[in-house]
């Protein structure tokens, strides 16, 4: 069977979506990944020449709304929901310094 | 042998007086402490919170001020509709400890109506799945057979209204998780058209497919759900600028001089046959109702499931990007913010979530993007045009909305595109943004129900709600005469599981 994806790609995808996975799960994942853009092939029997890309099903267009003032969220209750927070900001680890 | 009452008789009787929302919300609360350990349709019941809003209800009828469409209605909500100050968890260890500072608008407009929470229900983590097996808090149980699952993802709010704790729950179906979980618990469930019901408030899976729906037990409450859930929001830009349609005036129209059409690439391959036959039969009461039928090939929605499986995913691996520690849920703490984010995720999201947030960035990465992603999205055209091209000639489509009957727990886990499978009759009109609905229509070879799928053209839900009301009426009556020659060993629709239930 040709591989559509290696398992060195699902390892770089996986480094680009920030998941860790084991070898054991490198391993299933490559199969299953492989197992489903098998059968996303199909597509590629159908006759695309000049069909344009759906983003979205229903056809609107954007509407600006007037521009006047209205509750928004309390600050201090979103801060509240965040694991860490200081001085009305989210506070993370360290930034700076992270390995290449 | 009282049917619990529905949303219309309950609101009925409660604005009148003639019973107290007290009482529905207590013999509701009942109901599921008797039975929601072996169930677990849900993760939350809001007990206090219901008792409260009952009360007010209560005082508001008695001071004769006057209450909405639904007083007294208890409802269950999918744990990814936000609530504020109550948890929202979409299934997802991630979320853990997180309550939303607001409401989702549905959640507003159903408690503006007088409907009542109950409580939150159990679903596929973050909606992705087909069975509710892939919720991190276990696993929801058919009420009908506890060995068998519920469907998915919004398993815990068909399984809420099919074990008769309440007539009304909400899901949401980004590909069949509110028709498909319908049809495995025998009840009604809709996804209405894209845009006819705000999203805001509803935690995002795959925006451009997501659309939030009813559960009922009859066609007339899911119109009535329907009505004051529908309708334009200004919190969501993709909500169609119209009022919620007026789809109860009409309902009981009937289906004579409709034309609907049998799909029939949904009527061999892949579909058991007791469920086909049920779907033939179905057709055959609409016909002997009046409605001209006859087969239809809408053919590219055979290459449907491929579509979706790169268009949801590359939705949602954008869309769970936001969960890296940083504002809600679970943070795992590390040394630095990119080891941060990466220990949160990986210990937070569960199998399946990984999988399609992998499928998605992979779908979308450079290099693969237009072969993957562009694809479907043309696919995605394709089908539209397809449907289209059918409502040319019909009003209105038939189909299954499930290939099976409901199945047992574990028989689909292995293998990630078997369980995919189980969508393969609902996508479609995700991807279209077209509305569709489940109607419980006999059972299977098995005794569990069957779901007949009627499909409409986007804001065609009045004709499709006509052709529903026919084919409940007709199951109704099927049922009946099965039951007294058979002594009732086929499927027949939910009973109270407490006494006090049938007070209702």
Redesign the interface.
């Known amino acids: 069977m040709s591989a559509r ?1 290696s398992r060195d ?2 390892a770089q ?2 480094r ?6 084991t070898d054991v ?1 490198l391993d299933s ?1 490559t199969s ?2 492989d ?3 098998e ?6 029997a ?1 006759d ?1 020449t000049d ?8 056809p ?1 267009v ?2 600006l ?1 007037d521009d006047v003032v209205t509750a928004s ?2 600050r201090a ?2 801060l509240a ?4 927070a200081e001085d009305g900001m ?1 506070r ?4 700076m ?3 290449p | 042998m009282t049917q619990p009452l529905g949303a219309h008789a309950i609101a009925r009787a409660v604005a009148a007086g003639e019973t107290s929302a007290v009482e529905v919300v207590e013999a509701s609360l009942a109901a599921i402490a008797a039975r929601d350990a072996e169930v677990h349709a849900f993760n939350l019941v809001t007990a206090d919170q219901a008792r409260a809003a009952a009360t007010a209800i209560d005082r508001a009828v008695a001071a004769g001020e006057p209450v909405g469409p639904l007083a007294g209605v208890p409802v269950a909500l999918k744990d990814n509709l936000c609530t504020q100050g109550i948890a929202t968890t979409c299934s997802s260890r991630i979320l853990a400890g997180w309550t939303p500072p607001y409401d989702a608008t549905v959640v507003q407009r159903l408690a503006a109506a007088g409907a009542i929470s109950v409580g939150k229900t159990n679903l596929d983590e973050f909606a992705m799945g087909s069975s509710t097996e892939n919720s991190a808090f276990g696993p929801t149980r058919n009420p009908l057979d506890l060995t068998k699952v519920p469907g998915g993802s919004s398993g815990g709010s068909a399984a809420a209204v099919a074990a008769g704790y309440v007539p009304v729950a909400l899901g949401s179906d980004t590909g069949g998780s509110i028709r498909q979980p319908a049809a495995l618990c025998g009840v009604v469930g809709v996804k209405p058209t894209y845009g006819l019901v705000s999203r805001q408030g509803l935690v995002a899976f795959a925006s451009s497919l997501d659309q939030i729906g009813p559960f009922t037990r009859t066609v007339a409450d899911a119109a009535l759900v329907l009505q004051v859930i529908g309708g334009h929001d200004p919190l969501d830009s993709t909500s169609i600028p119209q009022p919620s349609p007026d789809l109860l005036s009409r309902l009981h129209d009937g289906v004579a001089g409709l034309r609907i059409g049998l799909v029939s690439e949904f009527m061999g391959d892949g579909i058991a046959d007791d469920v086909a036959a049920r779907v033939r039969q179905a057709a055959g009461v609409l016909a002997a109702a009046g409605a001209t039928v006859d087969e239809v090939s809408v053919p590219s929605v055979t290459c449907g499931l491929s579509a979706y499986y790169v268009l949801a995913p590359a939705e949602a691996s954008s869309n769970l990007a936001r969960y890296d520690g940083v504002r809600f849920g679970l943070r795992v703490d590390a040394p630095t913010t990119p080891e941060m984010y990466e220990l949160t995720r990986t210990q937070g999201f569960g199998e399946e979530v990984k999988r399609r947030i992998m499928l998605g960035t992979y779908a979308l990465s450079a290099g693969y993007y237009d072969a993957y992603y562009g694809t479907a999205q043309r696919v995605r055209t394709l089908i539209a045009r397809d449907f289209d091209a059918a409502y040319q000639r019909f009003d209105l489509l038939l189909s299954p909305t499930s290939p099976t009957t409901a199945f047992a727990f574990g028989d689909k886990t292995d293998d990630p595109m078997t369980m995919y499978m189980n969508d393969v009759c609902t996508i479609p009109s995700n991807l279209a943004g077209h509305p569709a609905m489940s109607v419980p229509f006999g059972s299977g070879d098995d005794g569990m129900p069957v779901g007949v799928q009627v499909l409409a053209p986007a804001l065609g839900e009045v004709a499709m709600f006509r052709a529903a009301a026919v084919l409940e009426a007709a199951a109704a009556a099927e049922l009946s005469e099965v039951a007294e020659r058979s002594g009732g060993t086929r499927w027949a629709p939910p009973r109270p599981v407490c006494p006090t239930v049938g007070r209702w």
Not at chain 1, 16 to 21: E, G, K, N, S, T
Not at chain 1, 81 to 84: C, G, Q, V, Y
């Open positions: 994806i790609e699902v995808v996986a680009l979506a920030r998941l860790r996975l799960e994942l299953q990944l197992d489903i853009l059968h996303a092939s199909d597509m590629a159908l695309l069909v344009p890309a759906t983003t979205h099903p229903i609107l954007n509407v709304r969220l309390d209750e979103v929901a965040a694991p860490s989210f993370v680890p360290p930034v310094g992270e390995v």
